[in-house]
């Protein structure tokens, strides 16, 4: 079976084309290869796959026949990602929201005011030392 269409029957991607985007980019490897879609796949290899800022590590343990129900996925694969990687983007999501979100604009007059409140008062107690 191609890769493209193992990861989207496997439930990986939502589509077989977003699936095959994803193998153009390189998003799938096996050994640190990048593959194309038409690339054949069996039992037994590793994949290593780049979604959402995570590098998914899966085995594949049987190949489907075609698409099947979310209940019946680990019968097809083995989930082999490491902790590691979900605790990094909880992390980045943590950096994320220091920043004030997307499309509010630039800072209100009052928003102003309490900034410059802020260095005010940090500047007052750097002298004092």
């Known amino acids: 079976m ?18 095959t985007e994803a193998c153009k980019k ?6 640190d290869t990048n593959l194309k879609p038409s690339k054949e796949i069996f039992g037994n290899e590793e994949i290593t796959i780049r979604k959402n800022q995570i590098n ?6 049987d190949i ?3 698409r099947v129900g979310a ?14 990687e979900f605790e ?3 992390l980045l999501k943590y950096a994320k929201d220091y920043y004030r979100k997307k ?4 800072p209100t007059k009052k928003d102003r005011r309490d900034i410059d409140d802020y260095y005010d008062d940090s500047n007052k107690n ?3 030392l």
């Open 26 to 31: 390189g998003h799938i490897k096996i050994n």
């Open 88 to 90: 990094k983007t909880e």
């Open 2 to 19: 191609r890769i493209d269409k193992y990861l989207w029957c496997i439930r990986l991607f939502k589509t077989r084309s977003i699936a």
């Open 64 to 66: 489907p026949p075609n």
């Open 71 to 84: 209940k019946l996925v680990d019968l097809y694969r083995k989930d082999l990602t490491p902790k590691e």
């Open 56 to 61: 998914y590590k899966i085995k594949v343990l």
């Open 103 to 106: 499309g509010t604009g630039r």
């Open 126 to 128: 750097d002298v004092n």
